[in-house]
């Protein structure tokens, strides 16, 4: 890039050059110059969730009196442009950063701020739209609110969907008769029918593990600023930002934590969960693998069931299908298991 394409920014350490068109300012550049390393930004969830938080802390300091409402005004309309996934190309920091996500609280605190002075009006990336919060309550807020939307709106209702598949499949065919197979070698006769109840139970309890999860991953430690004491906040300032959030969201599960020394010290709501995804995981891995299993052929394997005809499934060899759905949600279900031990 030329010296035409950079503009001259600002912060605490001195100048910084930053791209003439970008919406983030010093701080951001400097994350991304020092993290270049996977080239995956934040995902668009958790810049969804860090937008919805920051207009919540608005409406609340507004309403305190502590924020005028010009600049409480802008900020949650910038918010929830960048909520809506409008902004999405101006979080360019890479998911490996600062371990307290400084770097993308104030990449979006930059944006917000700059969204706002585009539109007339100043606002102070610190002094205004991070008002009454820290990186260490806003980042780990965030991830809460975005893994708690997901499991709320799209994994259980997901897994809901699968298990009635499943119990509807165990009803249809619980009259046809095949081998049962322990190691692999031909057992007592049972059902095809009774397999699929199998399954269908086995989605049905991790459901219900998913489930138990969920009021502790709703707990945001939001309001306890730096270290938990919820220095520079006004009285109840994380209870009734979690409402706004409840209300912005829709999700009701979310609510303020109980401990915020806890909440702010531990992610073990989220290791919870991630356990939880994980047995999940294994489920589906062993239910693709009997399926795949028993589709095999069409003239020298098991060939108990007929799976879709969903692409060609060789380059040399021509009517070969193969049972791609399945090998996918095996693939899914390792990278989750990978997750977890990571996590």
């Known amino acids: 890039m030329t010296e035409q394409e950079f503009r001259i ?43 919805l938080l920051k207009a919540a802390c608005a409406i609340v300091n507004e309403e305190r009196g502590l924020l005028p409402t010009e600049q409480a005004d802008a900020i949650v309309a910038a918010a929830r442009e960048i909520a809506d996934g409008t902004h999405d190309a101006e979080f360019p920091i890479d998911v ?21 002075k585009a539109k007339g009006v100043e606002v102070h990336p610190n002094d205004h739209v991070n008002m009454g919060q820290s990186s260490n309550d806003t980042f780990p807020t965030a991830t809460h609110v975005a ?18 598949s499943l119990a509807k499949k165990a009803v249809e ?9 322990t190691h692999l070698m ?4 049972v059902t095809l029918g009774q397999e699929f109840g199998g399954y269908a139970r086995q989605i049905e309890l991790g459901i219900e593990r998913i489930e138990s999860t969920v009021e502790r991953l709703g707990e ?19 209870a009734k930002v979690t409402e706004v ?10 609510s303020e934590a109980k401990n915020h020394f806890e909440a702010q010290a531990n992610r073990d709501a989220l290791v919870e969960f991630s356990g939880a995804m994980r047995t999940v995981a294994v489920s589906l891995y062993k239910i693709a693998n009997d399926i795949r299993l028993m589709g095999s052929g069409p003239l020298t394997g098991f060939a108990e069931i007929h799976l879709p005809d969903l692409q060609p499934g ?30």
Request: charged letters at 15%; proline letters at 5%; glycine letters at 10%.
């Open 9 to 51: 920014e600002h912060d605490t350490m001195g100048e910084v050059k930053v791209p003439v068109n970008a919406l983030w300012r010093a701080q951001t550049q400097r994350a991304v110059e020092n993290f270049p390393i996977s080239g995956r930004g934040l995902e668009s969830a958790q810049i969804r969730a860090m937008g």
């Open 96 to 116: 490996f950063q600062t371990g307290s996500g400084t770097s993308s609280n104030m990449n979006t605190n930059e944006v917000i701020a700059s969204i706002a």
């Open 147 to 164: 893994a708690t939307e997901a499991a709320v709106n799209d994994l259980i209702p997901g897994l809901k969907v699968l298990h009635e």
């Open 173 to 181: 065919w619980k009259d046809i008769v095949k081998s049962g197979r």
């Open 186 to 189: 031909d057992a007592v006769p």
């Open 220 to 238: 945001l430690p939001i309001g306890g600023t730096a270290v938990g004491t919820g220095l520079n906040t006004p009285a109840e300032f994380g």
């Open 245 to 254: 959030l409840v209300d912005l969201t829709g999700v009701s599960q979310l």
């Open 314 to 343: 060789s380059s040399i060899m021509p009517g070969k299908v193969n049972p791609v759905l399945c090998e996918t949600a095996t693939q899914v279900s390792a990278q989750v298991i990978g997750n977890d031990a990571a996590v």
